[in-house]
């Protein structure tokens, strides 16, 4: 997983563009106090795709409605919010997005 925010409350609708890296989010407003997990990358926070030059890959995006609140520490690893999760979800969505970074152009030398 290479991104995971957790503790979100019911009310949020939407996840705000260049959110911080912080274990505990202090913004966006409808966020403060929402939690992000450690990921693949070892890090919180979203990083964005970065698939191999030419490659396409397929990102998903997943969004999970919980029964009842988890009891995880700030920058839980995202495995344990997985598990944690597992028997609480009462509605989820997703969106498959296919992604490729193109090559970066060559510069012509200077005469």
Do not use: C, N
Not at 54 to 71: M, N
Request: proline letters at 12%; zero cysteines.
């Amino acid at each position: 997983m290479q991104w995971v925010v957790y503790g979100i409350r019911p009310t949020v609708t939407e996840l705000a563009e260049g959110m911080p890296t912080l274990e505990i989010l202090s913004a966006p407003a409808e966020l403060v106090g929402a939690f992000q997990a450690h990921t693949a990358f070892d890090v919180t926070g979203y990083r964005g795709p970065q698939p191999p030059v030419g490659q396409t890959h397929r990102y998903r995006f997943r969004v999970v409605a919980l029964g009842k609140a988890i009891d995880l520490p700030p920058g839980a690893p995202a495995s344990d919010v997985w598990k944690a999760i597992q028997g609480h979800i009462i509605g989820d969505g997703s969106l498959l997005v296919p992604y490729a970074r193109a090559p970066k152009p060559t510069r012509k030398p200077v005469v």
